[in-house]
């Protein structure tokens, strides 16, 4: 009974030594001064009317109504980034 207790605290002791299967981060990610994240380039030009109306009809289609299921599906929230690409 004792031989079960003392490997039972053994074999996570060991485990905490295996390498890692995952991508391995170098000191700078570590300590959170990695590469920056891309931010939205902002359009510069006039927006095209007609692309935005069909992007507001298309997230209102795809989204329903709010607080519905469908307002939080993944197809949802590209609609509403088209949008925001197309009206912005």
Do not use: N, W
């Not at 929230?77 to 925001?84: H, N, V």
């Amino acid at each position: 009974m004792t031989v079960t207790l003392f490997l039972m605290m053994l074999v996570p002791a060991l485990a905490q030594d295996l390498p890692d299967p995952g991508r391995r981060l170098t000191q700078e990610e570590i300590e959170g001064r990695g590469v920056p994240k891309a931010e939205e380039k902002l359009r510069t030009g006039p927006r095209d009317p007609h692309a935005c109306e069909r992007a507001r009809q298309y997230y209102t289609m795809t989204c329903g109504a709010q607080l519905s299921r469908k307002e939080f599906s993944h197809g949802c929230s590209e609609a509403y980034a088209l949008y925001r690409q197309a009206c912005s």
